[in-house]
């Protein structure tokens, strides 16, 4: 079972921030946090992730709470081409656990941008 | 390109026909996921390879489901006897280590009629 949880659908403007939330008060130390996107009838692609500290990168920021139980992707300006589903997913990184790093999808945020 | 492929995008195929599907994942990724996605879902998992070596195969797949990774490169899943339930796109994703992100492939469509 996935373990975040995520507002079913979110709308925004064109050219406005984009701030979807996460919940995921059950992460443990050795997940990380990451956040995917599929737009329709394409495979899922990959904006971020992050452990502790907020991250940043040319698609997007993350931003994870001190206690670690939640996370926001913030798209800074988001266009017509983000409407997507986002997915956010805590992965366990230990090299030497069970889970081998695969990925559990819940059912996303359908985010709409716009005009 | 050297990003993953898979191979076909879309197959039709007739209720009983066998149909077998392939990945090539990024070059220098030892690790490769299969993942199955239905109609308003998410992805789900099915199998994850590292190398060669089958390590983990999720309940989704049954014993007409069959996987394989031959040399630690590409990758083939094969289901025998598709059923209209087999209907989903069929997703590959790779990475390097386990903390590292995972590339998915475009998938493939299987439509059983």
């Known amino acids: 079972d996935a373990k975040t949880t995520q507002p079913p659908s979110m709308d925004c403007a064109e050219g406005r921030a984009a701030n979807l939330p996460c919940n995921h008060s059950t992460i443990s130390g050795n997940e990380y946090v990451y956040w995917y996107r599929q737009i329709h009838s394409q495979g899922p692609q990959y904006i971020i992730h992050g452990l502790k500290n907020n991250e940043t990168n040319e698609m997007a920021s993350l931003i994870i709470t001190e206690d670690r139980k939640s996370s926001t992707l913030i798209l800074p300006h988001a266009t017509l081409r983000d409407t997507a589903v986002y997915y956010c997913i805590v992965r366990d990184s230990n090299a030497g656990g069970t889970s081998y790093g695969k990925l559990t999808f819940g059912q996303g945020t359908i985010l709409t941008v716009h005009p | 390109d050297t990003g993953v492929s898979q191979d076909p995008r879309h197959k039709i195929t007739k209720r009983g026909q066998n149909v077998t599907f392939r990945c090539d994942p990024i070059s220098e990724h030892n690790r490769l996921y299969w993942y199955r996605q239905t109609l308003g879902q998410g992805p789900e998992f099915l199998t994850y390879?590292?190398?060669?070596?089958?390590?983990?195969k999720s309940r989704l797949l049954s014993d007409r489901f069959s996987a394989e990774r031959p040399k630690g490169s590409f990758s083939t899943l094969e289901i025998q006897r598709t059923e209209q339930g087999d209907s989903a796109m069929y997703l590959c994703?790779?990475?390097?280590?386990?903390?590292?992100?995972?590339?998915f492939g475009q998938g493939t469509r299987l439509t059983v009629v």
């Open positions: 994703a790779s990475s390097f280590l386990v903390n590292t992100e995972a590339f």
């Open positions: 390879f590292q190398n060669e070596a089958q390590l983990e």
